[in-house]
């Protein structure tokens, strides 16, 4: 296991045969050699371990702004409309987001999906519904964290979220993820990538030979 980062936020990963496995059990059908290939010139700016851990980030994004959202939800509207607002965002993000890939937003989200900052807003916020004697709102709010934190709404999400990608995006997502990342850095760092259309066909030939 291997992984580093110039500000320490660096992804552990280790690489494989099959592609770059994050501590994290997400899984990028592309090797470290094939992206110095591809993306060289990024690669020397930002470290891969950087850009993985961004990756991850973006991939977890739909929990993140779903835990976030939730205890602002109960507090504006209903619970059962809190509720469905809150599975609504989460499917819809989940679905959508590999297409919207942002630094911008990523910087937002490293401080966002930090669990020690998520359980203290959950703390003060069920402390206060609590104090008022608002118990179902504190049951609703703890058991939504914990689904939410367990990855158990991602997975009754996936059938849904899964077509969706199918139709949306040639890459499995998280491939499809990297690439925007890779694509914004060289944006940001005034970087031609013009052999970055192989990564594509190569992770395409890949699959193909695995399936």
Partial sequence: MKGWGRDGSG????ETPNGIFT????????????LEGYAGPVLAHEPLPVLLARSERWLRS?????????????VLVPPLSAVLATLTLFVGWRALSPAFTSRVADAVLQALDLVWLQGAYYVFVLSIFA????????????????????????????????????SLFPLPVADQ???????????????????????EEAIRRRLGRSS
């Fill in 11 to 14: 992804a552990m990963y280790a």
């Fill in 23 to 34: 501590s994290s059990g997400v899984w990028f059908h592309v090797t470290e050699a094939a």
């Fill in 62 to 74: 739909a929990q993140t702004l779903a835990v976030w959202a939730l205890p602002l939800l109960l």
């Fill in 131 to 166: 104090e008022r004697g608002q118990l179902a709102l504190v049951g609703i709010g703890l058991a939504g964290f914990v689904l939410l934190r367990w990855g158990l709404v991602d997975r009754l999400a996936q059938p849904l979220v899964r077509r969706i990608w199918a």
């Fill in 177 to 199: 993820v990297l690439r925007g990342f890779i694509i914004r850095a060289a944006l940001a760092h005034g970087l031609s990538l013009p052999h970055l259309d192989r990564m």
